[in-house]
C-alpha cells in the first residue's frame, strides 16, 4: 500500500484538536516540554495549537503535499460523506461530550479550519512535512516522543503486520518513545489483528512496551493506547 501514488481523491481528511490529543495520549505538562512528532498528523490542529502555546511539533503526512485551496475542497467534499456514516454506524460510537454527528462535524471542522489556517507557515517553518511510514526523514532520536492516531492497528485491513512492524521500528529510530492510538479497527471497532502479533514481537526484541487506559473514547472500546520505549 504505501507503493502506491498517494492521490488526494483518495484522502478523507477528518483531524483532531490538542484537546483531544491530550485525551488520546494522556498528554500533560511533562510531554509539553519535550520535541514531539505528530506522524500521521493529517487535518488536525494539534501542530498549529501547540505552536501557539510555545511548544515544539513536527507533523509529517503525505497530504502536506497538496494545496490548501486542495485541502479544503477536499475537506468540502468528504464532509457530507463522513457525516451520513456516521448516522448510519451511529451505536458504534459513544455519543457523550458531543451528542450528534452534526455537532460532532461542527468541532472537527473547527480544528480542520484551524489546520489549514496555519498550514502555510508551519511549511515555511518546518513544522509540517510531507513525508509517510514506513520512512521518515528524521535523524535518530530527534524527538522526545512520537504520536501515531488513527492510522497505525485503525487501517489494520490496509496496511498488514510488516507496515506495522516497521512503522514502529522507524518510529522508534526517530523518537525515545512512540504512543499509538487507538488499538481498534476503523469500521468493525474490533481489537486490531496485528496487536497480538506486534506485542509479543516488541517482547521477543526486547523493546519496553505498556498498554494504558485513555480518557478519549469515540469508537466503542477504543479506549487504550501502546506506549513502547527504544
Ligand atoms: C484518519 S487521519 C488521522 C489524522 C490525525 N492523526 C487525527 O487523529 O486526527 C490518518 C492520516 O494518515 C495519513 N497517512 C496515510 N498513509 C500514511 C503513511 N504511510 N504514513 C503517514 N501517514 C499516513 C493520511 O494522509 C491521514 O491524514
Not at 501557539?52 to 511539533?57: A, E
Not at 516522543?145 to 496496511?159: D, G, I, K, M, N
Not at 526517530?174 to 481498534?184: S, Y
Request: charged share 25%; net charge negative; glycine share 6%.
Amino acid at each position: 500500500m504505501s507503493q502506491v501514488p498517494f492521490k488526494l481523491e483518495n484522502v478523507v481528511p477528518w483531524g483532531r484538536s490538542l484537546q483531544n490529543y491530550c485525551e488520546m495520549f494522556n498528554l500533560g505538562e511533562s510531554e509539553f516540554q519535550g520535541k514531539i512528532l505528530d506522524c500521521a498528523g493529517g487535518p488536525s490542529s494539534f501542530n498549529g495549537e501547540m505552536t501557539r502555546l510555545g511548544r515544539s511539533v513536527v507533523s509529517c503526512d503525505p497530504i502536506y503535499q497538496f494545496t490548501v485551496d486542495d485541502l479544503d475542497g477536499r475537506i468540502k467534499a468528504t464532509y457530507p460523506v463522513i457525516l451520513e456514516g456516521l448516522k448510519r454506524n451511529f451505536e458504534r460510537f459513544v455519543w457523550q461530550e458531543v451528542e450528534t454527528p452534526e455537532q460532532l462535524g461542527e468541532v472537527r471542522l473547527a480544528a480542520m479550519r484551524q489546520f489549514l489556517a496555519d498550514l502555510p507557515q508551519g511549511l515555511a517553518e518546518g513544522r509540517y512535512m510531507t513525508s509517510s511510514l514506513p520512512e521518515l526523514p528524521f535523524s535518530d532520536a530527534t524527538f522526545d516522543l512520537a504520536l501515531c492516531a488513527h492510522l497505525l492497528f485503525t487501517y489494520s485491513e490496509q496496511f498488514d503486520f510488516d507496515f506495522h512492524q516497521k512503522a514502529i521500528v522507524e518510529l522508534g529510530r526517530v523518537a525515545q518513545e512512540v504512543r499509538i492510538f487507538p488499538l481498534v479497527e476503523n469500521f468493525t471497532g474490533e481489537r486490531s489483528r496485528h496487536l497480538d502479533p506486534i506485542l509479543d514481537w516488541l517482547t521477543q526484541q526486547q523493546y519496553q512496551w505498556t498498554i494504558q487506559p485513555v480518557a478519549y473514547e469515540f469508537q466503542r472500546g477504543g479506549n487504550e493506547m501502546l506506549r513502547v520505549w527504544c
